[in-house]
């Protein structure tokens, strides 16, 4: 089946569901928050949920790296099968959870074991996918995860009408269940040679990985990227993490209904951002090798006045229109992130590269997710999301200047 011409396309939509649960796990927390602090009551502090979410940034984000040079020697399809029946796993387990200390470690290990997913599941596409279809791919790929974001969104409706402990416990059920249909279905493609005829030690192992990460820092093209990748971040989790929290306090709504809608209405812009965005950058690299970076620039246009409606908008509509436009933007700026990456990068680097450039925009979406936490306990939350266009600023004009590739497709 590996060599039919439908092959790279189900690995696609095979790992499109693998996309939707990894966000959908992890972004359920985000909306049933008023059903769980009725049981912990640790959570109807802002700043206690912040650190919540938080601590599978940091995590996610310093182990991002590493499962991306695990995934650059070893067999990938390996790592997302066993990523997934992890989180989900820990998914399953929060359904039991009856403290705030509970949650915490809790999320930390969802932390490490979602980390493993990304840099692999994406450097798997990309080899799969290497002519006209590389961001179209990957667009179709990333809308998963906005939906993953958008049926987030209903885990406050599911949590009202039945119980939080329930939600937790069918989501990582179904996670469990479907890792062992991808044991099945899906298959490794590595367009380089790993050397496996020796066993290497630990210490000859360690060094190859260095080697790897001497090669991504001596690119000074890459320490741009790393700036474009983790600017627009901080907006970007402070949507996902903390929108749902602002549509409620601004439009005075319960969260059952604040938690969907900013959700939805950001997951599906988002999903037309990543289809377009992708569609239009696999036809303009090909007339132009600034293509794809045009394309994910004009993106995040789109987040700057999205951000000041989001930030100063004085009505329903025009705080939806922000929600809309942000997720639209952030959707071609994402899909292009990848295909941009393999333009400078060649196939034994990029999860260890992807892996890096998480570790810059997670660790940016922490920070930021702390600080809004402590800005809404001061009120001052809407402000402070519309001042995050600056960050977007600056890195729209780097990307413009600095970047400059050479190639559709480094291949060595």
């Known amino acids: 089946m590996q060599n039919k011409n439908f092959y790279p396309w189900l690995v696609v939509g095979l790992l499109w569901f693998v996309a939707l649960l990894n966000y959908l796990d992890r972004q359920m927390l985000s909306t049933m928050k008023p059903s769980m602090m009725v049981d912990i009551a640790e959570l109807a502090k802002a700043e206690n949920f912040g650190r919540l979410m938080a601590i599978f940034l940091w995590i996610y984000a310093f182990m991002s790296p590493i499962s991306g040079m695990i995934a650059d020697r070893l067999n990938r399809k390996w790592m997302i099968v066993g990523s997934l029946f992890v989180w989900s796993g820990v998914t399953l387990a929060m359904g039991y959870a009856k403290t705030f200390d509970q949650l915490y470690v809790l999320r930390a290990v969802m932390g490490v074991s979602e980390a493993f997913y990304m840099p692999a599941g994406l450097a798997l596409i990309a080899d799969y996918h290497q002519g006209k279809t590389r961001s179209l791919a990957i667009g179709v790929h990333l809308s998963g995860v906005y939906l993953g974001q958008a049926f987030g969104g209903f885990g406050a409706t599911i949590a009202s009408n039945f119980s939080w402990h329930g939600t937790f416990h069918f989501f990582g059920l179904v996670g469990i269940v479907y890792s062992l249909v991808l044991l099945v279905l899906v298959k490794e493609k590595k367009t380089y040679i790993v050397d496996k005829l020796q066993k290497l030690t630990f210490g000859e192992e360690f060094s190859i990985a260095m080697r790897s990460l001497a090669m991504l820092f001596g690119n000074i093209t890459f320490w741009i990227l790393l700036f474009y990748f983790a600017a627009p971040s901080f907006p970007g989790w402070a949507v996902k993490n903390w929108l749902p929290t602002l549509y409620s306090d601004t439009m005075h709504m319960d969260m059952a209904m604040a938690g969907p809608l900013a959700t939805i209405t950001t997951a599906l812009s988002s999903l ?77 680097y990029r999860a260890t590269g992807y892996g890096i450039m998480n570790l810059t925009g997670i660790s940016a979406g922490a920070l930021i997710t702390t600080f809004l936490g402590k800005s809404a306990d001061a009120g001052n939350m809407r402000h402070d999301f519309a001042m995050l266009s600056v960050i977007v600023v600056v890195a729209i004009v780097l990307q413009l200047v600095v970047v400059k590739p050479k190639t559709i497709n480094m291949t060595e």
């Open 272 to 348: 037309l951002g990543v289809l377009s965005g992708g569609y239009i950058s696999d036809r303009w690299v090909q007339k132009n090798l600034k293509g794809r970076i045009y394309t994910g620039v004009i993106g995040l246009m789109f987040t700057i006045p999205a951000l000041f409606l989001l930030g100063y908008g004085s009505s329903f509509l025009l705080i939806l229109l922000g929600g809309a436009f942000f997720g639209l933007g952030f959707g071609m700026f994402d899909v292009n992130n990848m295909p941009i990456l393999c333009q400078f990068v060649s196939p034994r």
